[in-house]
């Protein structure tokens, strides 16, 4: 359902995880016989909602049409407020945020890589000790890693992968899941940061759980630390 100024629309979901940081941008596709009356100028700030019949909950902000469709993108509320609160807790301290180092505890399962000069292994990836410096097998373009998270209470909201100080170029990963170890991989989502950041890569899982990250080894793959927040 699309609120908007003028009245409301039906939409459908399209596509999530639409942008390169994890799943805040999403696509909905305005369905029925009014879409075109949707597609009017100043839609942007439009909200997104369910309706199950008894009352609306907002779920995301519309952003933009997308060019000669009916789809357009939208921000997700819950990653609004998430940044509405960083921004209280920079304003109250008078400084930034320090990303926690803390990460909900994993065993690692397997790798799939060739190891490099300085690798000191993947075993310190949850504590930031160390460099784990990897290319891929002969034939494969992608180096794994698959963990296994035994906790039963927590949600793992997002993943964060750290390169410095071990390398300074631009990291782009794959995320697939499953609950169980004989369970084929299912897809969660395509994750993007550039040289010397770390960024949260949003994934919203509840555990227990088996992780696998498929990190682009076109170029050389080199990291400090990979922490489930």
Not at 43 to 72: Q, W
Not at 136 to 162: E, F, M, S, W, Y
Not at 163 to 169: F, K, L, Y
Request: contains cysteine; charged residues 20%; aromatic residues 6%.
């Amino acid at each position: 359902m699309l609120a908007t100024s003028y009245h409301t629309f039906p939409a459908n979901l399209a596509a999530g995880a639409v942008d390169q940081y994890g799943g805040a941008i999403i696509e909905f596709r305005i369905t029925g016989e009014t879409a075109a009356e949707a597609l009017k100028k100043g839609i942007s700030g439009a909200t997104i909602a369910t309706n199950d019949g008894k009352e609306s909950v907002p779920v995301a902000m519309t952003l933009r049409i997308k060019s000669n469709t009916t789809t357009l993108r939208a921000m997700r509320y819950d990653y609004i407020k998430e940044r509405f609160a960083s921004a209280e807790v920079q304003s109250s301290s008078g400084t930034l945020p320090v990303p926690s180092r803390l990460s909900i505890p994993y065993t690692i399962l397997g790798i799939t890589n060739t190891p490099m000069d300085g690798d000191t292994g993947a075993t310190g990836l949850q504590s930031a000790s160390g460099c784990w410096r990897s290319k891929a097998t002969p034939g494969a373009r992608t180096v794994d890693l698959t963990i296994n998270v035994n906790a039963t209470t927590q949600r793992i909201k997002a993943v964060r992968v750290v390169t410095a100080p071990c390398g300074s170029i631009p990291l782009k990963y794959w995320v697939d899941q499953r609950i169980k170890e004989d369970a084929p991989w299912e897809y969660v989502t395509a994750c993007e940061q550039p040289a010397d950041s770390s960024v949260d890569c949003r994934i919203d899982l509840a555990t227990p759980r088996q992780l696998r990250f498929r990190f682009d080894a076109r170029t050389p793959v080199a990291i400090n630390a990979l922490l489930l927040q």
